[in-house]
């Protein structure tokens, strides 16, 4: 039975790559009904569909030729019945399409149509190309993140795709979800990864106001400028997490590695050269085992760096659930929890097409027959032939 605080939300998520389906997948780990809407062509990617497609799990799979007038109109009968719709084209695709949001609220007054973007709606780069590293580069993200001496480091894509894009793009669908239970009246959620992006730097901006912070990397509090707040690595090659900011953790760090130093001159700049060395120093005569054995447990803000695989195994995520393995696939579970209705993912990702019939029928918009016969719809199985369009 499907739980979590989304039971009876309908979303329609136009197919897409990245932050929109990481949007649907967090949407449907709630509760939402998550129906995907796939171009033919899909069902021959090799990514698509079941247990390693994570960001398409527990969803529901339609494929639609939203390039015939058919396909589209049949879109337009799925979005009468929804309460959102996901796309992730750049602007005006979907105007081109029949299916932007003038035509979906005339269909749909009460629909949240959430726009996943990079550059956002408008904008002298509303039209360009680009992907997370560009993105995240102009918001000065990425210039603020690597060390002092190299070049900036690029954070995976989860500051841009996954936290600026995808997660501002739901915090904006629920509140639109909000707004239209108290007013009838739905809109348009314009989710732009700079601006998400931008957004997740208001503290940083904040330092930087103060005086803070500076532009120069590696030097700041949080881009492991500060002595106290860096990684280290351990005889083995491996390393060390240290967070200790606060004076009693820093008293905590520095007792337990018997460094020397007087805990109470923390923040004198003129003895953290000589503090890092001897940091460096101490953490390189034992392995990152040893020294997280050490620390396991104590207020000292230390942890082992892991990699992904080790950190499914860690301890603390295996007694919480954090990481979960349907279909053999380790993967995040549902996130964040809830006391009165429990959220999970409702399986994995089915194969493209699979549910074309299934869903027309129990949203009950009719036709199907006709769409599938048609190639406007297609409906495919576990081994997916493409249907050759007609000339």
């Known amino acids: 039975m499907t739980t979590g605080p989304l039971v009876g939300c309908r979303v329609v998520e136009l197919g897409g790559i990245g932050p929109g389906p990481f949007a649907g997948m967090l949407l449907a780990d709630l509760g939402a009904e998550v129906v995907r809407v796939d171009r033919p062509e899909r069902a021959a990617e090799p990514d698509a569909g079941g247990p390693a497609d994570v960001l398409n799990r527990g969803k529901r799979s339609v494929v639609l030729d939203l390039k015939r007038s058919a396909g589209s109109a049949a879109l337009l009968r799925l979005v009468e019945r929804a309460d959102v719709l996901i796309e992730g084209f ?21 629909l949240v149509y959430g726009r996943m973007t990079g550059w956002g709606q408008e904008g002298p780069l509303a039209a360009a190309a680009g ?18 001496d190299g070049p900036p480091r690029i954070p995976l894509n989860l500051v841009g795709d996954f936290g600026g894009g995808g997660c501002y793009l739901v915090i904006g669908v629920l509140a639109a979800l909000h707004a239209a239970a108290n007013t009838g009246c739905g809109q348009v959620v314009d989710a732009a990864i700079v601006d ?13 106001g103060r005086g803070e912070w500076t532009d120069e990397r590696g030097i700041n509090r949080f881009d492991g400028g500060w002595p106290f707040y860096a990684v280290y690595e351990t005889k083995d090659g491996r390393h060390m997490a240290v967070g200790a900011l606060e004076s009693k953790f820093y008293r905590r760090l520095v007792e337990l590695l018997d460094l020397g130093v ?35 447990g104590t207020d000292a803000c230390v942890a082992p760096v892991l990699s992904l695989t080790e950190a499914a195994a860690h301890p603390h995520l295996a007694a919480r659930g954090t990481l979960t393995a349907p279909g053999g696939v380790v993967q995040p579970a549902a996130a964040p929890r809830f006391s009165a209705t429990p959220a999970a993912p409702r399986g994995t990702a089915p194969t493209v097409g699979a549910d074309t019939r299934a869903v027309f029928q129990d949203w009950q918009v009719d036709g199907i027959d006709g769409l599938l016969d048609s190639g406007a719809a297609v409906q495919f199985t576990d081994s997916p032939v493409l249907p050759v369009r007609p000339a």
């Open 262 to 296: 007087d805990p109470d001159r923390q923040h004198d700049r003129s003895g953290w050269p000589r503090l890092r060395q001897l940091l460096e120093k101490r953490f390189a005569e034992r392995t990152r085992d040893e020294w997280a054995a050490l620390f396991e």
């Open 90 to 110: 750049r602007p005006g695709v979907t105007e081109r399409l029949g299916v932007g949001p003038h035509e979906c609220l005339a269909r749909n007054p009460r």
């Open 131 to 148: 992907h997370d590293i560009t993105y995240i580069a102009l918001t000065g993200a990425l210039g603020a993140i690597g060390e002092a």
């Open 196 to 208: 998400g992006t931008t957004h997740l730097l208001a503290s940083t901006f904040g330092k930087l």
